[in-house]
């Protein structure tokens, strides 16, 4: 709501489209956070997270092809950030662009080893290109990071659990 007021004062307000797009994208209001980081990206085409989150958008859509260059963009401006590499890589094989995919997800997995996703992409890429000892390797890298993931998330509720049942037994107690 503040920044939609801002907006109605000073409708050049820098950054204002931006951060206001990102409310609608953590809302789940695409629609409307499509429109703002298109005006984010007309005050500035080279913005990596608004081309970043735009070409999420309309990866969910299904519109691959628009995404594609924002990706490239991402990639290019912050050649550090790793989910530039994987949806990019994403895109790509949803073209059946299959080697460039490859590539793709070996950098996002060279930026961050234990992101699982790049593991289960690159898994699939093996397969397509019928190296199983490497999709084998990367299947059971996706998985035991997976199965790190679920018993941390796990550690995190029980202690949280616990927590909550020391804190009632505190107050019973009194």
């Known amino acids: 709501q503040k920044y939609k ?18 409310v609608y994208y953590n809302k789940i209001d695409y629609t409307n956070a499509e429109r703002e980081f298109r005006l984010a ?18 990866m969910r859509s299904q519109r691959i092809e628009q995404a594609v260059p924002l990706l490239q963009i991402v990639i290019a401006a912050n050649p550090g950030y790793m989910r530039g590499y994987l ?12 080697q460039e995919s490859l590539n793709l997800f070996l950098k996002a997995v060279e930026l961050d080893p234990n992101e699982k996703t790049a593991h ?20 059971e890298l996706f998985e035991k990071l997976n199965l790190q993931e679920r018993e941390k998330r796990n550690k995190n ?15 019973l107690s009194k």
């Open 5 to 22: 007021e801002l907006l109605e004062k000073n409708p050049n307000f820098p950054g204002i489209h931006f951060a206001l797009a990102g």
């Open 41 to 58: 990206l007309s005050e500035d085409p080279n913005l990596p997270m608004a081309n970043y989150y735009l070409a999420d958008i309309l």
């Open 87 to 98: 949806q990019l890589g994403k895109c790509y094989i949803s073209q059946g662009k299959v």
């Open 120 to 139: 289960y992409q690159l898994a699939q890429v093996y397969a397509k290109l019928g190296q199983p000892e490497k999709q084998q390797h990367h299947l």
């Open 157 to 171: 509720k029980r202690e949280l659990l616990e927590k909550a049942l020391e804190e009632q037994q505190s107050t």
